[in-house]
């Protein structure tokens, strides 16, 4: 499975962006996708995920303002991220799981300010 992530860029406090992340490959049997983020000078933390059965996790901070979503006759995969703000700023990683191994995108930079 090879990833492909774009859309990241400067956003204003209050503004959206939208990831998309891109799979091509061999697909079949993807069951887990997620968006993930590296704030500078800290660890990679897991945003927003979602399964096959469509259940769907976020962390506290995003929630009510980010939804993660999937096209799965595109294999594409979105975040959608309304209301910035400037501790959102980080580089974005999609990641999916199929069968068991998993695949990372190659990051996307995204960068709140006014």
């Known amino acids: 499975v090879q990833l492909q992530a774009s859309g990241g860029g400067l956003g204003q406090p209050g503004g959206s962006l939208r990831l998309s992340c891109a799979a091509s490959?061999?697909?079949?049997?993807?069951?887990?996708m997620a968006w993930y983020r590296q704030p500078p000078g800290q660890r990679r933390e897991l945003v927003a995920s979602t399964t096959i059965g469509g259940d769907t996790n976020y962390i506290d901070s995003v929630k009510g303002r980010f939804t993660i979503s999937r096209d799965n006759k595109k294999n594409t995969m979105y975040l959608q991220m309304n209301s910035l703000k400037p501790e959102d700023t980080a580089v974005y990683y999609c990641?999916?799981?199929?069968?068991?191994?998993?695949?990372w995108g190659q990051g996307t930079q995204v960068t709140v300010s006014s």
């Open positions: 990641n999916v799981e199929r069968l068991s191994v998993t695949y």
């Open positions: 490959g061999t697909t079949f049997g993807i069951n887990f």
